[in-house]
């Protein structure tokens, strides 16, 4: 007889997109258990107390600048909770990343990679009380606390499940594409999900979209992180793939939908903006603006990061997009490993400039994110005269952003990354 599972969520609006797809694959895969979701962590504890299930699972995610404060939240949710048969999972790129600190920090289990597959196989193991070494993709605590990797969880095309549980009515944005074949230094995004994009078919596509006109919803947006990438396996945009997926998602739609793409939460490449690209997506699309990665005004320390252009295709990605009735928002990294003072200002030099052209400035402080190239780098150091210059373009209205919250989440990523050596040999299971 199968043991009853309850799935307690610790749901939070920063990370709904991941906890949508594990809740999709749970759903879609037809693995009987209990849901609730934990807004806040007083919620999240009643949930577990009040389960009469034998088994509550308890799902974290979080970001690598969240991951002190989750901490802190599991320690009260634990001290509000206290029941047998509960184990707390943290997933999502920071758990990849920090297995050994996440589980030093007081989780049962790290998800490590993609964790569609991980969460069914997990719920199973739980419902029939198979060991969970078993179990692909986590990381456990071995008997003098190590963390005890179990074989890697597959990856899946994008498929195999779905975006977001549509008949528990949770929706949000359609993830298009997976993986990125641009190994930015500072990104964890190919370090997570590989370093080859996987597209989602149209045809999938029109599913979720369809999914989402029979509830009402009116709005689709897209994850990906190259919007114009979409369906090319290379560096060179596929513009007719763009076409057929916007023309299908417009076609599910009811005739006051509305499609945003190159957007919040995707972005475009300034590459691959031009003139024919923009034509595209002005007869497409419901948004009038686009997020532009620029990271730096020096071609110097875009070499450096891996980034893939200079500067020369940012300039005419703001100028293009404008002349087609879009306002670029263009983000720029302040502080990136190795970078001077005149790197510095001629990333100041390129931001006022593209200001005057139009654009929006969207400023952040590099962070060593666990996972990265760069995750043992010195956390960012701003100048005075860096802060003043940005505090005068957000006082214009030409610049926005949390950099000065960055900053403070890179001196603590800076000390967990001496705290735990990358060299530090894995266990594994077998």
Same mark, same amino acid.
């Given at each position: 007889?199968?043991?009853?599972?309850?799935?307690?969520?610790?749901?939070?609006?920063?990370?709904?997109? *991941?906890?949508?797809?594990?809740?999709? !694959?749970?759903?879609?895969?037809?693995?009987?258990?209990?849901?609730?979701?934990?807004?806040?962590?007083?919620?999240? !504890?009643?949930?577990?107390? #009040?389960?009469?299930?034998?088994?509550?699972?308890?799902?974290?995610?979080?970001?690598?600048?969240?991951?002190?404060?989750?901490?802190?939240?599991?320690?009260?949710?634990?001290?509000? $909770?206290?029941?047998?048969?509960?184990?707390?999972?943290? *997933?999502?790129?920071?758990?990849?990343?920090?297995?050994?600190?996440?589980?030093?920090?007081?989780?049962?289990?790290?998800? =490590?990679?993609?964790?569609?597959?991980?969460?069914?196989?997990?719920?199973?193991?739980?419902?029939?009380?198979?060991?969970? @070494?078993?179990?692909?993709?986590?990381?456990?605590?071995?008997?003098?606390?190590?963390? %005890?990797?179990?074989?890697?969880?597959?990856?899946? +095309?994008?498929?195999?499940?779905?975006?977001? +549980?549509?008949?528990?009515?949770?929706?949000?944005?359609?993830?298009?594409?997976?993986?990125?074949?641009?190994?930015?230094?500072?990104?964890?995004?190919?370090?997570?999900?590989?370093?080859?994009?996987?597209?989602?078919?149209?045809?999938?596509?029109?599913?979720?979209?369809?999914?989402?006109?029979?509830?009402? /919803?009116?709005?689709?947006?897209?994850? @990906?992180?190259?919007?114009?990438?979409?369906?090319?396996?290379?560096?060179?945009?596929?513009?007719?793939?763009?076409?057929?997926?916007?023309?299908?998602?417009?076609?599910?739609?009811?005739?006051?939908?509305?499609?945003?793409?190159?957007?919040?939460?995707?972005?475009?490449?300034?590459?691959?903006?031009?003139?024919?690209?923009?034509? /595209?997506? &002005?007869?497409?699309?419901?948004?009038?603006?686009? =997020?532009?990665?620029?990271?730096? #005004?020096?071609?110097?320390?875009? $070499?450096?990061?891996?980034?893939?252009?200079?500067?020369?295709?940012?300039?005419?990605?703001?100028?293009?997009?404008?002349?087609?009735?879009?306002?670029?928002?263009?983000?720029?990294?302040?502080?990136?490993?190795?970078?001077?003072?005149?790197?510095?200002?001629?990333?100041?030099? %390129?931001?006022?400039?593209?200001?005057?052209?139009?654009?929006?400035?969207?400023?952040?402080?590099?962070?060593?994110?666990?996972? @990265? +190239?760069?995750?043992?780098?010195?956390?960012?150091?701003?100048?005075?005269? @860096?802060?003043?210059?940005?505090?005068?373009?957000?006082?214009?209205?030409?610049?926005?952003?949390?950099?000065?919250?960055?900053?403070?989440?890179?001196?603590?990523?800076?000390?967990?990354? &001496?705290?735990?050596?990358?060299?530090?040999?894995?266990?594994?299971?077998?």
């Amino acid at each position: 007889m199968a043991l009853a599972v309850d799935v307690v969520v610790r749901y939070r609006k920063a990370v709904t997109y *991941g906890v949508h797809a594990l809740l999709a !694959a749970l759903e879609s895969a037809g693995v009987e258990h209990g849901l609730s979701l934990g807004t806040t962590v007083e919620e999240t !504890a009643a949930h577990i107390a #009040g389960s009469r299930a034998d088994r509550v699972l308890v799902l974290w995610s979080f970001y690598s600048p969240d991951a002190d404060a989750m901490a802190a939240e599991l320690a009260a949710v634990r001290a509000l $909770a206290g029941r047998d048969g509960v184990l707390h999972i943290a *997933g999502g790129v920071h758990a990849t990343a920090e297995p050994q600190q996440v589980i030093d920090a007081g989780w049962d289990l790290a998800g =490590i990679g993609e964790g569609e597959s991980t969460i069914v196989s997990l719920v199973t193991a739980l419902r029939r009380d198979d060991p969970l @070494t078993d179990v692909p993709g986590l990381a456990l605590r071995d008997a003098d606390g190590v963390a %005890l990797r179990t074989r890697p969880a597959p990856q899946l +095309p994008l498929d195999a499940f779905p975006s977001f +549980p549509a008949r528990r009515g949770r929706f949000g944005p359609i993830e298009i594409t997976r993986g990125c074949r641009y190994t930015c230094r500072f990104c964890q995004t190919p370090f997570m999900f590989g370093g080859q994009f996987r597209h989602r078919s149209v045809a999938s596509v029109r599913e979720h979209v369809r999914a989402m006109a029979g509830h009402g /919803l009116r709005d689709v947006r897209f994850i @990906t992180p190259t919007s114009l990438s979409y369906g090319s396996p290379g560096p060179d945009p596929d513009l007719d793939a763009v076409e057929e997926l916007l023309a299908g998602v417009k076609e599910e739609l009811p005739p006051h939908g509305r499609v945003f793409f190159g957007s919040f939460p995707s972005e475009v490449r300034p590459e691959h903006v031009t003139p024919e690209a923009m034509r /595209l997506l &002005k007869r497409n699309v419901a948004n009038d603006n686009l =997020i532009i990665g620029a990271q730096s #005004g020096s071609d110097r320390v875009l $070499a450096a990061s891996g980034r893939g252009h200079d500067t020369s295709p940012v300039r005419d990605a703001v100028r293009i997009a404008v002349e087609h009735g879009f306002r670029p928002n263009v983000d720029f990294i302040f502080g990136m490993p190795g970078e001077r003072a005149e790197d510095q200002e001629a990333s100041l030099k %390129l931001a006022a400039d593209l200001a005057e052209l139009g654009a929006r400035i969207h400023t952040h402080t590099f962070m060593p994110l666990p996972g @990265t +190239p760069w995750r043992d780098a010195e956390p960012a150091f701003v100048p005075l005269a @860096t802060v003043r210059e940005l505090d005068r373009l957000a006082q214009r209205g030409d610049a926005y952003g949390h950099w000065r919250k960055q900053a403070e989440h890179a001196a603590r990523l800076a000390e967990t990354a &001496k705290a735990y050596p990358r060299r530090a040999r894995r266990r594994r299971t077998g």
